[in-house]
């Protein structure tokens, strides 16, 4: 009874965590699957299979649909994307079959993993402190259930270049902040990596697998994009650029002759604070 007991408790304590102050399951909108195809169909200029254009196709795919939910949804309600509806919309606009899926896709599908953004401003924003108000913001959630699974797993993706390796933790949260000219993932939580692989990959062959506190984006006409990234591990706290070419291929820093790469790092580099809305831990 006691062992009953304390597993009914944690249940319920995992269910709260999930929420996380969006509200119970049943007030998810979840997002169908030819809705997160229309929006994936709106990414372009970019490999779609390459892991170092993930996390922009993954915010191209929320901010869009969090855009439509602005105009179509007067309740507001969180939106939930399944790990079965993104693969199969993923499938659908690659044109891939699932053998080829790269393994970032492929890792998320097999584990189940969910997404949650609440675009709620008043639940991300408590008070922009430096810099311009956001045009959309978003507390997102990235997490798997499931009896007998891992509370994480690792990765290796010996196909990009630099090649690279990842941990993600069972639960993933972070604010999705968007100025319209670049992005920013604030309070990163539940996230490792390091590339293993080019000079990157030197740097941190040193330091190891860091966790991600927070990185910033931007994309130039032709698709190429800067990304500044701020990794911890112990004591040691570094900012790196990296610019990622259309086909996925990260370098560090910016390149010669592309004064306007330079521009976008001189524009990630500008000071930015918002106080945050305190989540659930």
Same mark, same amino acid.
């Given at each position: 009874?006691?062992?009953?007991?304390? !597993?009914?408790?944690?249940?319920?304590?995992?269910?709260?965590?999930?929420?996380?102050? @969006?509200?119970?399951?049943?007030?998810?909108? !979840?997002?169908?699957?030819?809705?997160?195809?229309?929006?994936?169909?709106?990414?372009?200029?970019?490999?779609?299979?390459?892991?170092?254009?993930?996390?922009?196709?993954? @915010?191209?795919?929320?901010?869009?649909?969090?855009?439509?939910?602005?105009?179509?949804?007067?309740?507001?309600?969180?939106?939930?994307?399944?790990?079965?509806?993104?693969?199969?919309? #993923?499938?659908?606009?690659?044109?891939?079959?699932?053998?080829?899926?790269?393994? #970032?896709?492929?890792?998320?599908?097999?584990?189940?993993?969910?997404?949650?953004?609440?675009?709620?401003?008043?639940?991300?924003?408590?008070? +922009?402190?430096?810099?311009?108000?956001?045009?959309?913001?978003?507390?997102?959630? *990235?997490?798997?259930?499931?009896?007998?699974?891992?509370?994480?797993?690792?990765?290796?993706?010996?196909?990009?270049?630099?090649?690279?390796?990842?941990?993600?933790?069972?639960? *993933?949260? #972070?604010?999705?902040?968007?100025?319209?000219?670049?992005?920013? #993932?604030?309070?990163?939580?539940?996230?490792?990596?390091?590339?293993?692989?080019?000079?990157?990959?030197?740097?941190?062959? !040193?330091?190891?697998?860091?966790?991600? +506190?927070?990185?910033?984006?931007?994309?130039?006409?032709?698709?190429?994009?800067?990304?500044?990234?701020?990794?911890?591990?112990?004591?040691?706290?570094?900012?790196?650029?990296?610019?990622?070419?259309?086909?996925?291929?990260?370098?560090?820093?910016?390149?010669?002759?592309?004064?306007?790469?330079?521009?976008?790092?001189?524009?990630?580099?500008?000071?930015? @604070?918002?106080?945050?809305?305190?989540? @659930?831990?």
């Amino acid at each position: 009874m006691l062992r009953r007991t304390a !597993v009914g408790t944690l249940t319920v304590a995992w269910a709260a965590l999930l929420a996380g102050g @969006a509200g119970a399951r049943e007030d998810w909108r !979840v997002v169908s699957r030819e809705e997160m195809l229309a929006a994936m169909r709106r990414s372009v200029g970019y490999e779609l299979a390459a892991t170092a254009n993930g996390p922009r196709l993954e @915010a191209e795919v929320v901010l869009c649909l969090i855009a439509e939910a602005e105009k179509s949804d007067p309740e507001r309600r969180p939106l939930f994307i399944g790990h079965r509806e993104w693969y199969e919309a #993923y499938l659908e606009r690659t044109g891939l079959p699932p053998s080829r899926v790269p393994i #970032y896709v492929r890792r998320a599908y097999e584990i189940g993993q969910e997404l949650l953004a609440d675009y709620r401003r008043e639940r991300v924003v408590g008070e +922009v402190l430096r810099g311009p108000s956001p045009l959309h913001v978003a507390n997102v959630r *990235i997490w798997w259930e499931g009896a007998g699974k891992p509370d994480h797993y690792s990765f290796d993706d010996a196909l990009s270049e630099p090649k690279l390796r990842a941990t993600e933790s069972q639960l *993933i949260t #972070y604010r999705l902040v968007d100025y319209g000219d670049r992005l920013w #993932y604030a309070e990163v939580q539940g996230l490792r990596g390091r590339p293993t692989s080019g000079a990157l990959g030197a740097l941190f062959a !040193v330091i190891g697998e860091a966790t991600v +506190v927070e990185s910033w984006s931007a994309a130039a006409p032709d698709g190429t994009q800067v990304l500044r990234g701020r990794g911890r591990k112990w004591w040691f706290d570094r900012t790196e650029t990296v610019t990622v070419l259309p086909n996925g291929r990260g370098d560090r820093g910016v390149p010669p002759g592309r004064p306007d790469l330079v521009a976008l790092e001189e524009r990630l580099k500008e000071p930015l @604070a918002i106080r945050f809305q305190p989540q @659930a831990p």
